[in-house]
């Protein structure tokens, strides 16, 4: 049983990832602003997993801490706390972060803030509290516009939002610290491609803030009657229907990816793992509207547009290092990712904000 520090614990995939590690029997603390979500988000991971915590109350295995990740006497207090009550943080999985790609392009500063600034807070604060095993929230956006694909991760890194270079900069301080300290730091830098769908219950799944940026949750949202129609970017990408390709992964797979990843970088002699968390299979965005219909027996009405800037026409990951380095591979398909997302979505129409 590991003490494990989650920072942005109750975002989308932060809340996915306590429910497997509370069953795998690791005790979590989650460190989060809500400045992205909903504190009822863990209430539910905590019933589904059978522990009673409220956001008020916390439990011996999972307890909740508002706080900035920015804060470094909050940061520190975390730590110092749990050694105090004999259960010193093992491990960190650092989720916390602004992910909004066309939001980081008008706010820069904000994102080198929370994304770069917030992680140094972390790193420093791990360091002084002897904690040097890490899991990092990376991203498929370092790749820009990938020559080959499938995108295998010697891939030259080549953000094009700052966003991205946010992303870049925190994977290129985890080499400094690495390379500093030899045989020290356990970190594993995780390249996620396009995370969707929902833990199959309907209890947890994404809540995006206003008008959702991303594809998974506007067809979602069509579907469900909240709004009326998708403006599909583009029908003369080079791809099989025109329209683009991307690599979406069941945040449930996403979530296990990261219980292999904690279990080897503590089992395993200090290093550095970078590694894509991927199908390794495209959907066109036609084939995920046609899928969702499917799973949904909704109608998601579409009109072709303009390209949208800054995008690529095929983003699909080379995932065979993390199968071999993890033992991990993803085990849902395109039609169990819609009809999990699609048990969320009919059952909370408007995201945490219809509980009560
Ligand atoms: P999310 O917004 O749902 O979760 C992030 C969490 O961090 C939220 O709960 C938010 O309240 C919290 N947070 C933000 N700033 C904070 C701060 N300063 N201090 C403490 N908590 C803070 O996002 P997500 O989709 O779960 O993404 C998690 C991580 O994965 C992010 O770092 C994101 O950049 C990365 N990522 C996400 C995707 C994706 O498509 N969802 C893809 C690649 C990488
Ligand atoms: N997309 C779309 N309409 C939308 C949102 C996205 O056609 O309202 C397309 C987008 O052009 C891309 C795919 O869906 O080809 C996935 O976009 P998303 O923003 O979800 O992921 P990302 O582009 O960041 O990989």
């Known amino acids: ?6 920072t942005g614990g109750a975002g989308f995939i932060g809340s996915h990832t306590c429910l497997v590690l509370l069953q795998e029997g690791h005790n979590l603390i989650v460190l989060d602003d809500h400045s992205n979500s909903s504190p009822v988000a863990l209430e539910r991971v905590a019933t589904l997993s059978g522990l009673s915590a409220s956001a008020e109350s916390s439990t011996e295995r999972l307890q909740l801490i508002q706080g900035d990740i920015r804060d470094s006497t909050c940061l520190g207090k975390v730590f110092i706390d749990a050694r105090n009550a004999g259960k010193p943080i093992e491990a960190v999985i650092h989720f916390a972060g602004l992910k909004a790609v066309g939001e980081s392009v008008r706010e820069p500063l904000r994102y080198w803030d929370v994304n770069l600034t917030g992680s140094r807070c972390l790193l420093a604060a791990m360091n002084a509290n002897d904690c040097r095993t890490l899991v990092f ?10 020559k080959d694909v499938p995108i295998p991760e010697t891939a030259p890194i080549k953000p094009i939002n700052p966003y991205g270079h946010s992303k870049a900069a925190v994977e290129q301080l985890l080499h400094d610290l690495a390379a500093s300290a030899p045989n020290q730091w ?15 219950s309907g209890k947890i799944g994404e809540d995006p803030l206003g008008t959702p940026n991303n594809l998974f949750p506007f067809v979602s949202q069509v579907a469900v009657g ?3 129609s998708l403006q599909v970017f583009g029908g003369d990408w080079p791809t099989k229907d025109g329209t683009g390709v991307r690599d979406y992964i ?50 998601v009405p579409y009109e072709v547009v303009a390209r949208r800037a800054g995008d690529a026409a095929i983003t699909v990951a080379d995932p065979s290092l993390a199968l071999q380095r993890l033992g991990w591979r993803t085990q849902r398909s395109l039609d169990d990712i819609c009809r999990d997302g699609w048990a969320w979505q009919s059952a909370n129409p408007s995201g945490y904000s219809d509980q009560q």
């Open 250 to 299: 069941h945040v449930m797979d996403l979530a296990e990816g990261h219980r292999a990843a904690i279990d080897c970088l503590l089992a395993e002699p200090a290093q550095l793992l970078t590694l894509n968390l991927g199908s390794g299979q495209g959907a066109s965005v036609v084939e995920v509207v046609r899928a969702f219909e499917r799973a949904s027996g909704c109608q």
């Open 137 to 146: 929230s990376s991203s498929a956006t370092l790749y820009g516009y990938p």
């Open 186 to 200: 356990r970190i594993a830098c995780l390249r996620y491609f396009n995370p969707v769908g929902a833990h199959p």
């Open 1 to 6: 049983m590991t003490q494990l520090l989650l």
């Open 226 to 228: 909240r709004r009326t």
